[in-house]
Structures are given as structure tokens and as C-alpha cells.
């Protein structure tokens, strides 16, 4: 198994990171975690894209963690010969963002039904909203759910991806919680997204403070994954983003709390997991 962070922005724009978006290559094929911006410029860097992904996973809906799903919609469905549903799963709510989004993206539709002889079929999505349990089994691979902690934003889920022996969490954004310690027990690795107090208090930006009470800090997700005794932790979706020469001080504070390996993700930082006896 291969964890690919496709994107490790936020929803602070910066020239370098795309929106939350991770790729995990598994036995049976692509599975995608969030859609942020610049998804799937980032997919095709990895040698993936629209028509790769054998299902997409939402942690929750905040938009930058869903901003691009209408390009992954409209290019998977404009790209393809045959019909190619695309299975999403995601928290309650999912059904009706899939619904508007295809709403507002029917003018688009019906020029391109129009133009093309050989494109007759609609885009054709497949929504299956979860909360907790196994959301994916197929092969070796099982994807598990469990419910996160992200109020007011609610409801939030994080996804375990089980492969050949091998495990990957992706906790999405949340604060320390029981249904993240239970999916990351045991796991080689915990994609986390993070944020630092102490930057954001000194910026003293009322709409950034906001954001303090429903995200982990650094050293919480070092907490976490060390309650877990991950192998490694990633850490994502940094807030704000990290100063050039500064990433030492983001490890730093995951130090602090965690004994493991810990990456700073960029875009494209790969984690490999091969299977047992690989
Ligand atoms: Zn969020």
C-alpha cells in the first residue's frame, strides 16, 4: 500500500499546496480521501486522475475538503467511452451535496450531451452515506469508518484502510476524540490535519481563532498518535501555512508528544506500506 498526500493545504490558498486530498494505493486500486482544491492536478502527478478512482471517501463537508468533487464529477463522466459510476461515500449530508453539485453543473451537462454523438448518459454518481463500521471491503482491502469530533461541523468521519497486513488512518479534521483513538490503534500510519495555537493566537485573527476549538493542535495529534503507538505520523493541512525554513518547529511540537516517525507533508509526500514478506 502507497499513501500518497496529494494535497496538504488548507483552505488558506498558497502557491504551493493543493486542498486536503490524499490518494491511497491499495491492492485493488486508487481509493481517494477528499477533494480539495487542485485535486486532481496532483492525482495526475501520482499517475492517477478521474477515471482511476475505484471510490472517493469524505470526511466531512467543508469545502475545502470537497471544492473540486465537481471536477472529479464532470471529468470522470467527459472523459469516459461507457457509463463509470462513481461511488462516493461520505457523512450524512453527502447524498445532497452529490445532488446540488450535479445541479449546478447541468448547464455543462447539457452542452456536452449536445455536442458529443457518442456521450448519452449523465453523470452517474453513487452515494452510500456512513457513520462507523466497514464502508469498503474488497479483495484484501477494508476501508472502516468511525465518527470524529469536529463541532459544530457535524457529522465528521474518519477512515481506516486496511491492506495486506498493512493500515493507514486518515482522521480528516477533528479534535482529540474516542472514535479517532479507536480506528488509529495499532495503525502503520495516521494522516492528521493540524493547526498551531501559538501562531494563531499571536496573529490575534477573530475568524482564525474560531478555527482553534474544532481542529488538533500539534501536539494533539502527536497526543493521539501516541495513544494509538502509530508507526508514523503525517501531519496535513497545517494552519497557518508553514513559514519557509520553519517546517522544524511543526516536528518539533509533534516531538514533544509523540515518539514515532513524523513527516511534514508537502504535496506528493508518499509513505509506502508494502505488505507483509514485501
Ligand atoms: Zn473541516
Redesign the pocket.
Known amino acids: 500500500m502507497q499513501v500518497i498526500i496529494l494535497g496538504s493545504g488548507s483552505p488558506i490558498p498558497a502557491p504551493d499546496r493543493a486542498g486536503p486530498s490524499t490518494l491511497v494505493r491499495t491492492s485493488v486500486g486508487d481509493l481517494l480521501f477528499d477533494a480539495g482544491r487542485g485535486v486532481l492536478l496532483r492525482a495526475t502527478a501520482a499517475m492517477s486522475g478521474a477515471l482511476s478512482f475505484k471510490a472517493v471517501f469524505l ?2 463537508l ?1 469545502s ?2 470537497v471544492t473540486d468533487l465537481n471536477d472529479l464529477i464532470t471529468t470522470r463522466w467527459a472523459m469516459s467511452f461507457q457509463p463509470t459510476p462513481l461511488t462516493v461515500i461520505g457523512p450524512a449530508g453527502t447524498a445532497t451535496l452529490v445532488q446540488r453539485t450535479e445541479a449546478m453543473l447541468a448547464q455543462d451537462i447539457g452542452y456536452r450531451l449536445a455536442h458529443h454523438e457518442n456521450l448519452s448518459w449523465n453523470p452517474d454518481t453513487q452515494v452510500t452515506e456512513v457513520s462507523e463500521g466497514v464502508v469498503f471491503e474488497e479483495g484484501d482491502v477494508r476501508v472502516t469508518a468511525a465518527p470524529t469530533d ?1 463541532a459544530p ?1 457535524h457529522p ?1 468521519v474518519a477512515f481506516r484502510i486496511d491492506d495486506g497486513g498493512r493500515s493507514v488512518v486518515i482522521a ?2 477533528t479534535v482529540p476524540c474516542e472514535g479517532l483513538d479507536r480506528l488509529a490503534a495499532g495503525a502503520d500510519a495516521l494522516v492528521h ?1 493540524v493547526i498551531r495555537r501559538d501562531q494563531i493566537e499571536a496573529l490575534g485573527i477573530p475568524r482564525l481563532i474560531d478555527v482553534l476549538d ?2 488538533s493542535t500539534v501536539p494533539q495529534a502527536g497526543t493521539t498518535a501516541e495513544r494509538a503507538g502509530v508507526g508514523t505520523l503525517v501531519l496535513t493541512h497545517m494552519v497557518p501555512p508553514v513559514q519557509p525554513g520553519a517546517g522544524h518547529e511543526w516536528i518539533e511540537q509533534a516531538r514533544s508528544e509523540f515518539s514515532g516517525e513524523i513527516v511534514l507533508a508537502e504535496d506528493l509526500t508518499t509513505i509506502d506500506l508494502p505488505a507483509a514478506g514485501q
Open positions: 470526511t466531512h467543508h475545502d475538503h469536529h461541523v465528521t480528516g479534521d490535519t474544532y481542529h
